[in-house]
């Protein structure tokens, strides 16, 4: 049996491992999700609602030992476990325990006055069983909000959490369990990208995947196969614009946190600045200060995945090889662990990967530009669109510069924080994904609509049935003419045929259609 291996990346210990799953073992999962599937979906939603409010509380009680456990899993910075983590998720379950009744109740709409009588409504229903594949950056929150969306919407769960970070793979399965889900609803396949590919190969009802673009490609093309349904949160390459009058402190904080935080090893890093030349100079001055005084451990955590921390190194000797300098860091730290100094580089341009491809890792690169238009223009010089921040006292500049960016979030005076309102959708375009979650879409996406036109039944005929005659046709010019047209005129006689027909009540001279010119008057040819 092939296990996983836990390290603690911050000291390189091996912590333990965890068995991967079987092929049999990922179909007997499928079996039993497909059979928890109609009771679960059966169960009524505030009973739903209510196993998710033990699961928000248990975090509640064991919030410091879950940090505890992310951290030493992650190598992030416990107080990083706790707020970017337990609380997020908590506050992801409270929000649907307010609002979900209202998000998936029966959605009224309006009914056009051809089906007069008619009602119209949109019914929200789960779709079945749902995969959820998860990274390791944010190994919990990743996992943990897709599987309690579609868990709330009435879906069974098969979870595949990263095998880069398999205790809290472990960790999320003992907090469903204690938060005594019913046998099957959900369930977690530990192991590598063969179970990934086996959970896909299962026919899920629908696949929700946050990692990487290159899995993500990989995955859409094998659902293809079976058209199976695919939401794709991927990377990011996120650009951070500093106008001359931003406040320079709250800019300099801004992309000291939105850059380090986590290592840099967010899906809405602050990957590139651009800073408006005349208070360039100061701002890499204050930023690289900064960057220097930040202290490994304490404020920035090791990186988690090794190979990670290769492709950081990689990015920078391919920028210095170009002409970039770095102003401080460039170097792991701490032999034996995956520390990197925070790194700060100048002197880069569009020609280099680090200003290209997603870094994620510790690394700051600034370019100066010099008019609006052209930070827009750098900014949306990328492949990937999920993030971006722009920073400056006029507000009304701002919106406008958020306007005009290509993303799927944007921060303005802030960083990275859409993904924290639950209120938000949560998505990216271009190559950062398609599909979106959190907010009401959140559980719309684990959600098939269902479009109900609901007649009482009393009348014979609808006015577009057989058979069709000369009153019906008549009737649907007028509607064309009086709703759609600019001379809202029609005669009396129109419309008296109008209502007749839309009421469904038999002309007394019905003659067959096309011996009846569109005003109702015979043809003459
Ligand atoms: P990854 O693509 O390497 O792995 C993600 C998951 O996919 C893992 O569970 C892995 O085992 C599984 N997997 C790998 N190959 C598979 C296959 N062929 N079939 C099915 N599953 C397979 O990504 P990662 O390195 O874990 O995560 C980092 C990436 O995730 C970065 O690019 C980051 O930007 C992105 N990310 C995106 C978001 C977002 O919300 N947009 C959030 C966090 C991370």
Redesign the pocket.
Known sequence: MSEVIQYNPATGDVLGTVPEASPDQIRAAMTRARAAFPIWRATPLPERLAFLRKLRLLLVEQAHGIAEEIAAATGKIRGEALSAEVLVVADAIHYYERHAETFLARQRVATPILFFGNRSYIQYQPLGVVGV??????PFQ?AMIPVISALIAGNAVLL?????TPFVGTLMERLFKESGFPEGVVQVLH???D???G??AARPDKIF????????K??IA?AAEHLIPVDL????KDPMIVLADADLDRAVNGALWGAFTNAG????SVERVYVERPIYDEFVRRVTAGARSLRLGEDVGSMT?PP?LALVEEHLRDAVEKGARIECGGTAAKAGTLYFHPTVLTGVDHSMKIMRD?T?GPVLPILPFDTVEEAVALANDSEFG?NASVWTSDLAKAERIAAQLVSGNVCINEVIST?ANPHLP???VKQ??IGSYHGPGGLHTFSHRTSVMLNKGKKKREVNWFPYTAEQERAFHTIIRLLFGTSRRATLADIRNLIGQVLGKDSKDSRPAGQAGPNGKEHTS
């Open positions: 594949i998860s990274p390791w950056n944010f990743l595949k959490p990263s095998e880069v192991g590598g990208r179970v990934g590919a959970l896909t995947f946050t990692g990487s673009v290159a899995t993500g990989k995955i094998a949160e991927l990377g990011g090893q967010v899906c809405m995945f990670q997603e994620f999920l993904v949560f998505g990216g950062s994904g």
